[in-house]
Structures are given as C-alpha cells and as structure tokens.
C-alpha cells in the first residue's frame, strides 16, 4: 500500500503552514517515516488578495529554498509536487489562467470552499471552473463544511459534478458523521494530511490509512490509492 499526501503546507513561509525551512524538513522527515511517497505542497492561495503571478513567484522562491535546504542537509524526502488550496470566490471561474493553479502536469485544482453558508453562487461556480476551465474540482476536506449530519445535502450536488473528495487525514480519525458517510459512498475520495506543523496540525497520514483500512475495508483504501495514481499520474515506481 503506497500513501499519497495530496494536500499539505509544508512549503516554508509561504502561508499558515511551515513558518520555516527546518519546520518544512521536519514535517516531510515525519511524513516519510510514515510510510508517504509523495507529498504535495499546496499552499493556500486567495484570489481577491494576490495575482496568480505574484503566488507562482512566492511559491518558486519557496520551493527553491527548500530543495537548497534539503540537497545542503541531504535529507531524503518524499517526492514532492508542486499545487496549491485555492479558496473560491466569486468569478474565479472568469480566470482564464486557473490551470496555472493546479497539481503540476494535472488538470486537477484543489478548491477550498467557503465554510458557513453557500449561497446558490458556490455551486454555479464550481461548476463553471469544470465545464468553462475544463478542469476536475479536488473538492478540499468537504467534511470540514458539513460538522453536522443533517446538512449533508449541502455536499450532494457537487457529486453529479467532475470533483473528486480530498478527505483529511485527522477528521478519518475523528471519525465525523460526514467523513464516514463519505468514505461509504462509492464517490472518488483520495487522502491528505493538511498538515501545517509537526505539532497541533502534524500529519498523521499513516494512522489514517490504517484506520480506513480497518473500519471501511482494505479495497476504500486500495480505490483511493489507485485514484491518485490514476489522476494524478504518480507512477508506481515513486
Ligand atoms: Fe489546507
């Protein structure tokens, strides 16, 4: 069983996530001891505070900085992909350059969603992005919008859309309402850490896995797995 970590701040000083270098080796170093082969540095992103330019600069001088620190202290890491949490506002489906924002060599964008209430703008919106930027929606922690078991629904238009459900790694063991009615579903789910430290919000990737495992079946597992292989093309090797 290979874990793909398909959502995590481990960039350094970028967003709330690793406030530095040494930060971001300690929380891939964790992440391998895991058992995770792959992370993706998804830093959040915010459409109505900075151009798409401005973030793909910061997060190249980041990365950067990064892969000098790692070679200087010949840490092996995971592999690393480069993406980014993009946060939906409104017309952010009018972007003509969104694809910018998506998993390197993908055509997958992780969205992260209003939380409170939606209005009907969220879903035209999402939609739009699929059909209009011809993209598949990464729908971020979609458990993290639906605390409470009666408002489920919320989520269930999305699931006639092109989207696939990144679940968190820590609401698997919270084992919410949600994530297990996820989980349950059939629907296209992959895992992420979310991590933004090796403290309070650490990745707790392996345990997760083992969980989903034991409550949900080796095969939920497995299909997740086979998931981001698939789309995201990670190939077995990695
Ligand atoms: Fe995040």
């Known amino acids: 069983m290979e874990l793909f970590d398909l959502h995590s701040h481990a960039l350094p000083k970028i967003d709330d996530g690793a406030r530095n270098s040494d930060v971001s080796l300690a929380m891939l170093r964790e992440a391998g001891e895991q058992g995770v082969s792959l992370v993706a540095l998804t830093p959040h992103y915010y459409s109505d505070r900075q151009s798409i330019d401005d973030f793909l600069m910061e997060r190249d001088a980041s990365f950067s900085h990064l892969k000098g620190k790692i070679s200087e202290e010949g840490v092996k890491t995971p592999k690393l992909m480069l993406g980014a949490e993009v ?27 209003p939380y409170g209430e939606w209005g009907s703008w969220v879903y035209h919106e999402v939609e739009k992005i699929i059909s209009h930027c011809a993209l598949t929606v990464v729908l971020a922690h979609p458990e993290r919008y639906v605390p409470m078991p009666w408002s489920f629904k919320k989520l269930e238009p999305f699931f006639g859309m092109r989207t696939i459900l990144q679940i968190n790694a820590d609401s698997v063991l919270s084992a919410t309402h949600t994530t297990k009615k996820l989980l349950r579903s059939g629907r296209p789910c992959v895992l992420g850490s979310d991590s933004h430290n090796t403290d309070h919000r650490a990745n707790h990737m392996e345990e997760a896995a083992k969980t989903i495992e034991h409550r949900f079946g080796a095969e939920v597992l497995r299909d997740m797995e086979m998931i981001a292989k698939h789309k995201w093309g990670i190939s077995v090797e990695n």
Not at 88 to 110: F, I, K, M, P, V
């Open 87 to 113: 946060y939906l506002t409104r017309a952010l489906s009018q972007r003509d350059d969104l694809e910018r924002l998506c998993y390197d060599g993908t055509n997958l964008l992780l969205l992260e969603l």
